[in-house]
T-cell receptor, first 114, second 112 residues
Framework: AQSVTQLGSHVSVSEGALVLLRCNYS??????LFWYVQYPNQGLQLLLK??????LVKGINGFEAEFKKSETSFHLTKPSAHMSDAAEYFC????????????FGQGTTLQVKP | KAGVTQTPRYLIKTRGQQVTLSCSPI?????VSWYQQTPGQGLQFLFE???????NKGNFPGRFSGRQFSNSRSEMNVSTLELGDSALYLC???????????FGPGTRLTVL
């Protein structure tokens, strides 16, 4: 069965510092992997996706993630945090054979301090 | 293109009542998935519809049901509401049900 683990339910960084949000997955088949962001009282917005092309994936708002099969990881990074990055971030995995279903991690709340 | 829309945005119901939530997908998308989001359980998959057929189902009781219309719009129904059904219900659409999904703003359901 597929699963996703996000290490750290809360991450706090200073404005301008590196953002690193960790995600590990388990999957018996080559997965599709995603990062979503959720702002208060809103739905989820897709940040980036990995679908077996390049292992380093660039997304919106300066975020990127690297797929490492040997480590079963898909960590999200951003070189310099902005105040507007404060939100909850979800890593998700899908099985191409299990249509319409995303399996989400527990989420990581990113706090950005001025 | 317009995004995924959900109505209503907020609902307050009492135990035992039933509720219907509506979702309009992005134009051209034929797959609609529903999720329940709660602080304790996180984001959980309810079901997916594609071309008016339920293709996939999560581990929820039969009180949770859905349907999809020929224009791809989808509705979700919860009967005999329980306090634990209080949650944010999110709808997501995709072209084929494989790959990325695009989410609506959600319907916040409160059961009193």
């Amino acid at each position: 069965a597929q699963s996703v683990t996000q290490l750290g339910s809360h991450v706090s960084v200073s404005e301008g510092a590196l953002v690193l949000l960790r995600c590990n997955y388990s999957s018996s088949v080559p997965p599709y992997l995603f990062w979503y962001v959720q702002y208060p009282n809103q739905g989820l917005q897709l940040l980036l996706k990995y679908t077996s092309a390049a292992t380093l994936v660039k997304g919106i708002n300066g975020f990127e993630a690297e797929f490492k099969k040997s480590e079963t990881s898909f960590h999200l990074t951003k070189p310099s945090a902005h105040m507007s990055d404060a939100a909850e971030y979800f890593c998700a995995v899908s099985d191409p054979k299990n249509t319409g279903k995303l399996i989400f991690g527990q989420g990581t709340t990113l706090q950005v301090k001025p | 293109k317009a995004g995924v829309t959900q109505t209503p945005r907020y609902l307050i119901k009492t135990r035992g009542q039933q509720v219907t939530l509506s979702c309009s997908p992005i134009s051209g998308h034929r797959s609609v998935s529903w999720y329940q989001q709660t602080p304790g359980q996180g984001l959980q998959f309810l079901f997916e519809y594609f071309s008016e057929t339920q293709r996939n189902k999560g581990n929820f009781p039969g009180r949770f049901s859905g349907r999809q219309f020929s224009n791809s719009r989808s509705e979700m129904n919860v009967s005999t509401l329980e306090l634990g059904d209080s949650a944010l219900y999110l709808c997501a659409s995709s072209a084929r049900g494989v790959g990325e999904q695009f989410f609506g703003p959600g319907t916040r359901l409160t059961v009193l």
